[in-house]
T-cell receptor, first 117, second 113 residues
């Protein structure tokens, strides 16, 4: 079935460690996005990519890094520079992108919950 | 200031009734507005999109309205079922040069049997 796969679903990290969250899609979508979801806050955009080998910072990119070497894959690294990394991370894709927004429906993965110990 | 607001309090209704959820916005020029469903611990799932020049959209038991004068979208679930219990998110695409998707906090809906 087509969709977006995020892994791992749960991840624990010690302070000072970098961790990488995986996001793979087989929908042949051009655009991919990383969001962070915290209680009491709406989804916040971390990074987005409209095309392979190109990506842009979202609203809260500090302490994060991404790559888009393949159309299907958009991994997110949470670095030790991210001051408050404990959160629920959501990867999404859309057929096309228009800047930081999709041109329509967003398809989301199941999310990755990161906890810093 | 720019805001997008959804009912902050959880909505509890009886099975079979119509659930109505609200999404209000201030100081945005929406190109369209989307509604998503999110279950606990899972990613949001797209339900409906309504454009700024559309008044109403329907899909099975779901109906969305968009009033750009009132700056409000209403999301209705008719003949509600316990399986409709979830959090519903609205997201607005701001038009213009700064095209970005702005998300509400969501409204939790509980449908009681």
């Amino acid at each position: 079935d087509g969709g977006i796969t995020q892994s791992p679903k749960y991840l624990f990290r010690k302070e000072g460690q970098n961790v990488t969250l995986s996001c793979e899609q087989n929908l042949n979508h051009d655009a991919m996005y990383w969001y962070r979801q915290d209680p009491g806050q709406g989804l916040r955009l971390i990074y987005y990519s409209q095309i392979v080998n190109d990506f842009q910072k979202g609203d809260i990119a500090e302490g994060y890094s991404v790559s888009r070497e393949k159309k299907e894959s958009f991994p997110l690294t949470v670095t030790s520079a991210q001051k408050n990394p404990t959160a629920f991370y959501l990867c999404a894709s859309s057929k096309h992108g228009q800047g930081a927004a999709s041109d329509g429906e967003l398809f989301f993965g199941e999310g990755s919950r990161l906890t810093v110990l | 200031s720019q805001k997008i607001e959804q009912n902050s309090e959880a909505l509890n209704i009886q099975e079979g009734k119509t659930a109505t959820l609200t999404c209000n916005y201030t100081n945005y020029s929406p190109a369209y507005l989307q509604w998503y469903r999110q279950d606990p611990g899972r990613g949001p799932v797209f339900l409906l999109l309504i454009r700024e020049n559309e008044k109403e959209k329907r899909k099975e038991r779901l109906k969305v309205t968009f009033d750009t004068t009132l700056k409000q979208s209403l999301f209705h679930i008719t003949a509600s079922q316990p399986a409709d219990s979830a959090t519903y998110l609205c997201a607005l695409l701001n038009a213009g040069n700064n095209r970005k998707l702005i998300w509400g906090l969501g409204t939790s809906l509980a449908v009681n049997p």
